[in-house]
């Protein structure tokens, strides 16, 4: 790993209106550099049920990268996708697998910004990455009652449609292993947008309390991607699965109300 990290940070703590702005970045360079000699590659990253491997720990290429076929367009003639012969054989097979997206970022950030105007105070915090990708799987053409992901329906080919960017209805079970399914997975979610009000020390004196803070915050509400899936932060603890998206709950919203009391 190489790469470059890049704080900065601004505070304004006197007066009535105080704020502190912060942000915060860091570049990324994933590659494996040494593998055993007597090993090509090793596969992990697989589907419970089925014996596919999806990613792979190869020298000279990022950590469990997905490995799969790479596809050019889609035939208009039969609205299959055109998979790409790597090693020009004329045979279409694991031999055919090749490089197709990686999960690791190449740059991560995030920001804060606190305020403060007297009784009132607001707080929020972003963070994001950008260059990642992640892989569908949660889609299975074998099972008629699984779910089916929308992009797959939206422009698909039909004989109306023969110009479509996703292959026909009941197409070959390699696309579920290319390209097709590997999708940008980049975001940028604001983790917390909270403002509060702490009730003044007149009243406070009144009550008998040290202090009393009412507030209001939204937490991973805000969610900005392309990606198509339930969530851009798919993926596992297990490394091998990294970015794999294999339909897992999203982040939840929340939307939270409280109140601090001190005696």
Same mark, same amino acid.
């Given at each position: 790993?190489?790469?470059?990290?890049?704080?900065?940070?601004?505070?304004?703590?006197?007066?009535? %209106?105080?704020?502190?702005?912060?942000?915060?970045?860091?570049?990324?360079? &994933?590659?494996?550099?040494?593998?055993?000699?007597?090993?090509?590659?090793?596969?992990? /990253?697989?589907?419970?049920?089925?014996?596919? %491997?999806?990613?792979?720990?190869?020298?000279?290429?990022?950590?469990?990268?997905?490995?799969?076929?790479?596809?050019?367009?889609?035939?208009?003639?039969?609205?299959?996708?055109?998979?790409?012969?790597? &090693?020009?054989?004329?045979?279409?097979?694991?031999?055919?697998?090749?490089?197709?997206?990686?999960?690791?970022?190449?740059?991560?950030?995030?920001?804060?910004?606190?305020?403060?105007?007297?009784?009132?105070?607001?707080?929020?915090?972003?963070? *994001?990455?950008?260059?990642?990708?992640?892989?569908?799987?949660?889609?299975? &053409?074998?099972?008629? *009652?699984?779910?089916?992901?929308?992009?797959?329906?939206?422009?698909?080919?039909?004989?109306?449609?023969?110009?479509?960017?996703?292959?026909?209805?009941?197409?070959?079970?390699?696309?579920?292993?290319?390209?097709?399914?590997?999708? &940008? /997975?980049?975001?940028?979610?604001?983790?917390?947008?909270?403002?509060?009000?702490?009730?003044?020390?007149?009243?406070? @004196?009144?009550?008998?309390?040290?202090?009393?803070?009412?507030?209001?915050?939204?937490?991973?509400? %805000?969610?900005?991607?392309?990606?198509?899936?339930?969530?851009?932060?798919?993926?596992?603890?297990? @490394?091998? @699965?990294? *970015?794999?998206?294999?339909?897992?709950?999203?982040?939840?919203?929340?939307?939270?109300? /409280?109140?601090?009391?001190?005696?």
């Amino acid at each position: 790993n190489r790469g470059f990290e890049f704080e900065l940070e601004y505070r304004k703590l006197t007066g009535d %209106f105080t704020y502190s702005i912060s942000g915060n970045f860091a570049t990324l360079h &994933n590659e494996v550099t040494y593998l055993n000699p007597t090993i090509q590659r090793i596969s992990g /990253g697989e589907t419970s049920g089925a014996a596919t %491997f999806y990613t792979a720990f190869e020298e000279g290429l990022p950590v469990w990268y997905f490995r799969g076929y790479q596809t050019d367009g889609i035939d208009d003639a039969t609205g299959q996708p055109v998979f790409v012969d790597q &090693n020009d054989d004329l045979i279409i097979n694991e031999n055919d697998k090749t490089y197709i997206g990686s999960a690791i970022p190449n740059l991560t950030y995030g920001g804060n910004i606190s305020l403060s105007y007297k009784g009132f105070d607001f707080i929020a915090t972003l963070q *994001g990455q950008a260059g990642s990708e992640n892989m569908i799987l949660w889609m299975r &053409n074998d099972l008629p *009652g699984s779910n089916i992901p929308q992009f797959l329906y939206d422009d698909r080919w039909t004989s109306e449609n023969t110009d479509g960017s996703r292959p026909k209805a009941g197409f070959d079970p390699k696309t579920l292993t290319s390209d097709q399914m590997v999708f &940008n /997975g980049s975001y940028m979610r604001i983790k917390q947008l909270q403002i509060g009000y702490n009730l003044p020390g007149e009243l406070l @004196n009144r009550i008998k309390l040290k202090s009393v803070r009412v507030y209001v915050s939204l937490e991973d509400y %805000f969610t900005f991607t392309s990606y198509p899936g339930m969530d851009p932060e798919a993926g596992s603890v297990i @490394n091998s @699965n990294l *970015g794999l998206d294999k339909g897992m709950y999203p982040v939840t919203k929340k939307a939270l109300f /409280g109140i601090s009391v001190s005696l």
